[in-house]
């Protein structure tokens, strides 16, 4: 059975090629079976060679089996071969059965996509890397595992390659790990260098027997650390793994939190005689990263409100939580806490992307709340891995991280504390999350601030144009009157010019002229001159009645600003009650109206298959290290083969144990309190716990994107045009120099290399004609 | 001359290697008296004679002998010539030159295939068959008269491909390239004809140019050496090139059409390399050891400048042209490494270099071809429009970064390996450039082919079945090459066991810088052992 080892990661990287090179024509969604199927196979290979395995002597666990020779070069010899003991077995376990879960899930989540074969590809190419990681039987082999699932990881961070966003991710992914690639390929040369072989069997007997010096297992084992903590993004080079969210959500969930940042601690697992023959400072040090990193991260974790961005802080903080683990000698636990994990963050994020397909792509938790009615799976199994991360008892975190813990207060009450905040803000975070996108009242359709401020906008900018068109009739008013009045003028004197022509026709006695005609006249510029009056008089009240309007206009405009100045729901969050948007219902933003149309749904059998079993993992995972008594500590007892007795041994007496257990308990259960006390009970203003520094990171990630913006690209650039100013323009200059002298001597004409060319094209052909004579070849 | 050397290898007369450079004359000498009426003949005789070239290449491949310790040189061949002046048609392969002989069989074909001249095809056509006969020439010439003259001949088609098709400012690019590596090897000239004079000088016999027989003799004084070895180095750093003798490899590169820049890249810059471990490590094994730490030390200057460099460049050509830099700086490391590691995996690095670069700058020029434009900011979003060269642009890429599984990785890791070996720091800090080809090649990637697309730029179109055809071949050697290096290493090993040994028996107090392995273990005191517990 252990002959078909090499079964296990080939069958994914062919279909990996099967999907690269036809892809297209099998299309969606046989491509997703297909790759599906590889995985399931794997597993399938794995659990008959976890069978085999379990059959054979403790100590017989461990078999080598080689393909061919990869390297080989001097002293220097490599196979393609691989290397099954419980650690790399119990890695391929939880590779393959969560990855063939995931791989599942994603043919529901990428349903629909243009490139949805390609993306299986992908997917496969990177359980094959990763399961070359774990499998080999030499750190080379685990390099080139190592920088697979890199490449892999730029590849579907950058998946929709079309957002500028999504690509620098990606880039940023890669070139980040390159930096721990740095550290892991030194730790390669050191380890040829000292024992002659980086075959992990011949390297890590050597260890084991401690002949080598500190000095030397020290340099390895720092080396590897900096590559460890680039793949498993710890302080400082963690910063690649939020950004890493900008791939699709299966990706999250299967590269970035259950599978690909667990290597780091793999790695340092399987080196363990190394890091014991380190000098102390080491494991000291790695421990002080993780309980660093682990508090670090949760603390930002608290202030995000993209679902995925907590999930990736969360999962930073775990991954801290491990390498604890591995710093005070529990590699035991570290292992189950990496299993555990896999399971539970694997379970959150696919339960996160079935929350973001059913809101149309909304990853912002602040407008969700109440989804548990429209998404009973997604709701029940994200519970569940909740419970699981807070610490809860029996879902399986709880297991793992309280023994994490006791290994804590072993080395220091210290690194316990800092261990114990950690689980607590976790609790928070995990049960805010909870709290914000299942429970409360249902948010989506809400008006969102900025859209509140929008409409607020726009009522304001209606009222002004109200007054712009009174200001204009006014004017127009006023014009009319203008006119009026100067034909009141010409009626009057109209009116007078007639009396005066009565007036002199009376003492005259004219008889030419006729009286009655006259008279009509006078009654008739009468007429002209009273209704002239009366259209002015009319005028002028309407004049009066727009500037009355436009006055109250004034006035409704300064109250409408100052209402919305006052209205607290454009400077609230959404977190708070339901904006009241009865005064701006009609100048509201279309997507609104939109979203009330929408209607969230629960995801496709898929989808939630994947989450259903995940979340059964997650419930009893614990029972593979129960800690009561020794035969129930199975983990322990399968891995011990491979850890050559470096497990540390407690010496914390049973009941001081009861005692840390209960404790971290009540420290989960005041995380989760607080969190409802402010995200459901409101008794608490969550602006407390959401400040702007955490939600900023730290402000760590801008401030190192700045100074790659600014001096960092200023120094590149500055060796750039020294290499065109100095360096070139030394050899151009030596060239100006022998011009500028030769052309005293002699004019160079502009054909002098052509003619010199032509001369040695010359010269050649008649060597070559010699050439073909005296070898008597033609 | 050592004519046991060479006896051992070919049972057929046929002499095959001269065959590898007068082929490509025949195709040249065809091309120029092609009736005026039949253009179309041209690019087919070319074609022709380059494959049939590359055939008997890659038959070279099969039937050379491969078994442990066979390290002279095979399929030699030895014809009198000036034998007044000791100058001799002496040919011969080792393990050294013959993947430099395959990979030129290899390349030209796919250059003369890909691309078409914009006009004058039958000089083009002529000039390109002659630069393949000089390439070989240099890589087979066991006499270093031939070989220089092969060295130089080479300069003349380059120079016309360059300066006649090339791009914009192709006049300034082909003088500058012209005139340095010209004024560089003009003193190995002198070297050569110091050494032939003070070798014969030495050791009392007639006068020889013979390269096998002046090596092994090693009869020049020790300072002597140095100076003459010196002369020689000049004219191979410049043609690496190394840095700071670099500057005209990006315009060359940048200005030249792309079958000259495959060529430039993918077989031109590794006459250096050879020219350095051939002539330069094996005459003056000495003066080598004594001047490694110099070009130690320039090669990683070479890999974290070039790297610098490249990131900041504007134009995508230029920017694969300063990775060259930064390639080629692996490779003197290598070489100056002097162990087995380092040297075969500089030896590998030349081939790998030679198929990653080539096709970069062939998808670089299809780019072109498309778009009319080479500079990045001008280009985005291409992976929407033409997936397929997205794809094999990225695997060209993480093959040129370094990627494990893929050929790049192999060569770097042993360089990287056999300096660290030998001298700790400098691969310590050159592995940093490592980091630095993620960063410059992502960084274009993501510009090229991510992103929206450029509004005033239509969609282009993917790779049409030649193209696939041409970069085939190049795409199944990074996979080959990167999976399964061994036949490849073990070709090559023998020769450089050989070399090596040579250095170890001139040069006192060197050995072949070995692992610890038994030293420090052993040493150590179990005391700190288990520290946790």
Redo the contacts between chains.
């Keep these: 059975m252990s002959d078909l080892v090499w079964l296990i990661p080939m069958l994914p990287l062919v279909g990996s090629i099967t999907l690269l090179l036809f892809g297209r024509r099998i299309g969606e969604p046989r491509s997703g079976w297909l790759a599906t199927a590889t995985v399931v196979t794997s597993f399938a290979a794995t659990l008959g060679i976890y069978i085999d395995l379990l059959s054979r002597d403790e100590h017989h666990r461990r078999i080598t089996s080689s393909l061919f020779t990869w390297v080989p070069a001097g002293d220097f010899s490599v196979d393609v071969g691989f290397l099954i003991d419980p650690l790399s077995l119990t890695m391929c376990l939880f590779i393959t059965g969560v990855g063939a879960l995931i791989h599942l899930y994603s043919i529901g989540y990428m349903h629909g996509d243009h490139n949805f074969s390609r993306f299986f590809a992908y997917l496969n190419l990177f359980t094959f890397s990763m399961l070359m990681l774990v499998l080999g039987d030499n750190l080379l082999l685990t390099f080139l595992g190592w920088e697979g699932v890199g490449a892999c990881s730029y590849l579907l961070i950058s998946f929709w390659f079309t957002e500028e966003k999504n690509a620098s991710a990606g880039k940023k992914a890669f070139i980040t790990n390159r930096i721990g690639d740095w550290g892991f390929m030194i730790a390669i040369f050191l380890t040829f260098f000292t024992f002659g072989s980086i075959n992990y069997t011949e390297v890590l007997d050597t260890a084991a027997s401690g002949q080598i010096l500190e000095s030397t297992a020290t340099l390895i084992a720092v080396m590897l650390f900096i590559g460890a903590i680039g793949k498993s993004a710890q302080f400082p080079l963690y910063l690649w793994l939020p950004d890493a969210m900008a791939g699709p959500t299966p990706v999250s969930a299967l590269i970035h939190a259950a599978t690909m940042v667990t290597s780091g601690i793999y790695l340092l697992t399987r080196v363990n005689p190394i890091l014991a023959d380190a000098a102390s400072w080491v494991p000291t040090m790695i421990a002080w990263v993780g309980v660093g990193t682990a508090l670090f991260a949760a603390t930002i974790a608290v202030a995000q409100n993209d679902i995925k961005k907590v999930l990736a802080y969360s999962t930073v903080s775990q991954l801290g939580y491990m390498f604890l683990a591995v710093g005070t000698g529990a590699y035991v636990a570290a292992i189950f806490h990496m299993v555990t994990h896999a399971f539970f963050k694997a379970l959150l994020f696919l339960g996160s992307g079935s929350v973001i397909h059913g809101m149309n792509g909304d990853q912002d938790m602040r407008h969700y709340g109440g989804l548990r009615r429209f998404m009973p799976i997604t709701s029940a199994t994200f519970i569940v891995g909740w419970l699981a991360i807070a610490g809860v008892p029996p879902f399986s975190g709880f297991w793992s991280k309280d023994e994490i813990l006791a290994f804590a207060w072993n080395e220091s009450p210290v690194l316990w504390a800092f261990g114990l905040l950690t689980a607590v803000l976790t609790a928070f975070y995990m049960t805010r999350q909870v709290v914000l996108t299942f429970f409360g009242r249902y948010r989506f359709t809400d008006a969102q601030p900025e859209e509140i401020r929008a409409a607020w906008q726009a009522r304001i900018e209606k009222a002004t144009e109200v007054i712009a068109d009174l200001a204009n009739e006014i004017e127009k008013v006023q014009k009319e009157i203008e006119e009026a009045r100067s034909q009141t003028e010409t009626a009057r004197t109209k009116l007078s010019e007639a009396q005066k022509a009565v007036n002199e026709l009376i003492p005259n006695d004219d008889t030419e002229s006729d009286p009655e005609a006259l008279a009509a006249a006078v009654i008739e510029a009468e007429d002209q001159v009273l209704a002239a009056d009366q259209k002015l008089h009319e005028l002028e009240n309407s004049l009066q009645l727009s500037e009355e309007n436009r006055e109250l206009a004034q006035k409704e405009l300064e109250e409408i600003k100052d209402e919305s100045e006052t209205d607290s729901s454009v400077s609230n969050s959404i977190l708070d009650d339901a904006p009241d948007t009865s005064k701006i219902q009609e100048y509201l933003p279309t997507e609104v109206k939109e979203r009330i149309e929408h209607h969230p749904h629960e995801s496709p059998w898929t989808m939630t298959l994947p989450l259903v079993i995940l979340a059964g993992l997650a419930t009893v995972a614990g029972l593979i290290q129960l800690p009561f008594s020794g035969t129930l500590k199975r983990l322990e007892h399968w891995l011990e083969p491979t850890l050559f007795g470096n497990e540390v041994h407690l010496h914390v007496e049973t009941s001081t144990m009861w005692i840390l257990a209960v404790v971290a308990i009540i420290g989960g259960l005041i995380g989760i309190s607080i969190a409802i006390m402010t995200y459901q009970k409101k008794r608490i203003h969550y602006a407390i716990f959401e400040q702007p520094l955490l939600a900023d990171a730290w402000t760590v990630d801008k401030k190192v994107s700045d100074f790659m913006g600014g001096p960092g690209i200023k120094g590149f650039k500055a060796v750039s045009s020294f290499d065109s100013r100095v360096i070139d323009g030394a050899v151009n200059g030596v060239a100006r120099l022998i011009k500028w002298k030769s052309k005293s001597v002699q004019k160079i004409q502009n054909g002098f290399i052509r003619t010199y060319a032509a001369l040695i094209g010359v010269g050649v052909v008649a060597l070559l004609c010699w050439f073909l004579v005296r070898s008597n070849i033609l | 001359m050592s004519t046991a050397l060479l006896a051992s290898s070919t049972s057929s007369s046929f002499?095959v290697l001269?065959s590898l450079i007068?082929i490509p004359?025949i195709g040249a000498l065809l091309v120029a008296v092609t009736s005026r009426q039949r253009p179309e003949l041209l690019k087919l005789i070319a074609v022709i004679t380059s494959v049939t070239t590359g055939a008997i290449s890659i038959w070279l491949l099969s039937a050379f002998d491969s078994t442990p310790g066979s390290a002279e040189f095979q399929f030699g061949s030895q014809?009198?010539?000036l034998s007044d002046l000791g100058i001799s048609?002496t040919f011969g392969i080792d393990g050294i030159s013959l993947f430099l002989v395959v990979l030129t069989g290899v390349l030209f074909p796919l250059a003369l295939l890909a691309t078409n001249p914009e006009h004058s095809n039958r000089a083009w056509y002529g000039w390109l068959l002659?630069l393949e006969a000089?390439v070989m020439g240099v890589f087979v010439s066991l006499d270093l008269v031939m070989f220089f003259?092969c060295f130089?001949?080479v300069?003349?088609?380059m120079?016309?491909l360059i300066?006649r098709w090339g791009h914009d400012n192709r006049t300034y690019a082909?003088?500058?390239f012209?005139?340095?590596t010209m004024a560089g090897s003009a003193l190995m000239l002198v070297g050569i004809l110091a050494l032939a004079f003070l070798h014969a000088e030495a050791t009392g016999g007639s006068i020889t140019f013979d390269l096998v027989e002046i090596a092994e003799a090693q009869s020049l004084a020790t300072t002597t050496a140095r100076w003459v070895f010196l002369s020689f180095a000049l004219g191979f750093a410049v043609k690496v090139p190394i840095f700071?003798l670099?500057?005209?490899l990006p315009d060359a590169h940048t200005e030249a059409p792309t079958a000259g820049s495959v060529i430039l890249a993918g077989v031109l810059l590794k006459l250096g390399t050879y020219g350095f471990l051939r002539f330069g490590l094996y005459l003056f094994p000495e003066a080598s050891h004594y001047f490694a730490p110099v070009f130690l030390t320039l090669g990683v200057i070479g890999i974290l400048?070039g790297a610098?460099?490249a990131?900041?460049?504007k134009d995508l050509k230029r920017l694969v042209a300063y990775s060259s830099v930064a390639h080629l700086g692996f490779i003197v490391l290598g070489t100056f490494a002097l162990?087995?590691?380092g040297i075969?995996?500089g030896l590998l690095q030349m081939i790998n270099h030679g198929i990653s670069t080539s096709a970069l700058f062939l998808l670089v020029g299809m780019i072109y071809e498309r778009t009319h434009t080479r500079q990045i900011q001008e280009l985005g979003?291409l992976?929407?429009s033409a997936?397929l060269m997205a794809?094999i642009f990225?695997l060209v890429m993480?093959s040129s970064i370094g990627?494990?599984?893929l050929n790049g990785?192999?060569g770097e890791?042993?360089i990287?390996?056999?300096v660290?070996?030998a001298h700790r720091w400098w691969?310590?800090v050159a592995?940093?450039g490592?980091?630095l080809a993620?960063?410059y090649l992502?960084?274009a990637y993501?510009r090229v082919?991510?992103?929206?697309?450029k509004e005033d730029k239509e969609a282009i179109r993917d790779l049409s079945l030649k193209e696939k055809l041409v970069l085939g071949p190049l795409v199944a050697l990074i996979i080959f090459m990167g999976?399964?290096?061994?036949p490849v290493?073990?070709r090559m090993?023998p020769a450089v066991?050989a070399l090596i040994e040579h250095i170890e028996t001139h040069v006192d107090e060197f050995h072949e810088p070995?692992?610890?392995?038994g030293s420090?273990?052993?040493?150590?005191n179990?005391s700190?052992?288990?520290?946790?517990?």
């Design positions: 002499p001269p007068i004359l014809q009198q010539w048609w002659v000089g003259l130089e001949a300069l003349v088609p120079y016309f300066g082909a003088t500058k012209f005139l340095y700071p670099h500057t005209w400048y610098v460099v990131t900041m460049q162990n087995t590691e075969t995996g979003g992976q929407r997936p794809g990225t993480l990627l494990p599984g990785f192999v890791f042993l990287l390996l056999g660290f070996n691969a310590v592995t940093i490592v980091v993620a960063l992502l960084w993501q082919f991510h992103g929206p697309t999976v399964y290096p061994r290493i073990e090993e066991d070995i692992t610890q392995k420090s273990i052993g040493e150590s179990s700190d052992h288990g520290a946790h517990e």
